[in-house]
Nanobody
Framework: QVQVVESGGGLVQAGGSLRLSCATS????????IGWYRQAPGKQRELVAT????????????VKDRFTISRDSAKNTANLGTVYLEMNRLKPEDTAVYYC???????????WGQGTQVTVSS
């Protein structure tokens, strides 16, 4: 099992920045990728960014060039531990609950966190 905990959400003005953290624990050696997703009221959950075990990253079109996903570089291990989402030039349409997940490279399991609210005021 893998536990996923998000933190760092809050209220920010448009044009501002926030950094979200996704901390994983438990059997982290099982993690193939950690991803950030978001869901605004009345909308489907959408991809924000993913960070793969091999270092590849992927971004949703609406956040490219504004958001950056990275991992905790202090730990000298191939296992993904904590992943960060640096969000810059925030817009009101970025308002959503941001969820982090970790997918299992040995099965089809996906482990989700509880989410953290990000609100961008205009």
């Amino acid at each position: 099992q893998v536990q996923v905990v998000e933190s760092g959400g809050g209220l920010v003005q448009a044009g501002g920045s926030l950094r979200l953290s996704c901390a994983t624990s438990g059997s982290t050696f099982r993690i193939n990728a950690i991803g950030w997703y978001r869901q605004a009221p009345g909308k489907q959950r959408e991809l924000v960014a993913t960070f793969n075990r091999d270092g590849r990253t992927n971004y949703g079109d609406s956040v490219k060039d504004r958001f950056t996903i990275s991992r905790d570089s202090a730990k000298n291990t191939a296992n993904l531990g904590t992943v960060y989402l640096e969000m810059n030039r925030l817009k009101p349409e970025d308002t959503a609950v941001y969820y982090c997940n970790a997918d299992d490279r040995y099965s089809t399991s996906v482990f989700w966190g509880q989410g953290t609210q990000v609100t961008v005021s205009s």
